[in-house]
């Protein structure tokens, strides 16, 4: 059974930094595409980023040069480095793994003075 949890969210004034977690069980690690996609409240679930089984990163122009997802294959772990946070980044941030579709529960990022 796949699963996947994510953790490292919390409360961070505007212009501080968080690094989220995700780890990976049941599930071919290396092999995986992982997205982090986040949810502000009222709104729809949009993408922010991805890294590649190689290691190759892409993400949504808003976050470029704030935001660097990575991963430690070793520790089937990915991990989501935020910094230079602004309040519109707040939201509910989720992990997904890719081609198995899985989703995690999410963890709240929340920016606000």
């Known amino acids: 059974q796949v699963q996947l949890v994510e953790s490292g969210g919390g409360l961070v004034q505007p212009g501080g930094s968080l690094r989220l977690s995700c780890v990976a069980s049941g599930i071919l690690f290396g092999s995986q595409t992982f997205h982090w996609y986040r949810q502000a409240p009222g709104r729809q679930r949009d993408w922010v980023g991805h890294?590649?089984?190689?290691?190759?990163?892409n993400y949504i122009d808003s976050v470029k040069g704030r935001f660097t997802i990575s991963r430690d294959n070793a520790k089937n772990m990915v991990y989501h480095q935020m910094n230079n946070l602004k309040p519109d980044d707040t939201a509910v941030y989720y992990c997904?793994?890719?081609?198995?579709?899985?989703w995690g529960r999410g963890t709240q990022v929340t920016v606000s003075s």
């Open positions: 890294i590649t089984p190689s290691g190759n990163t």
């Open positions: 997904k793994s890719q081609p198995t579709n899985s």
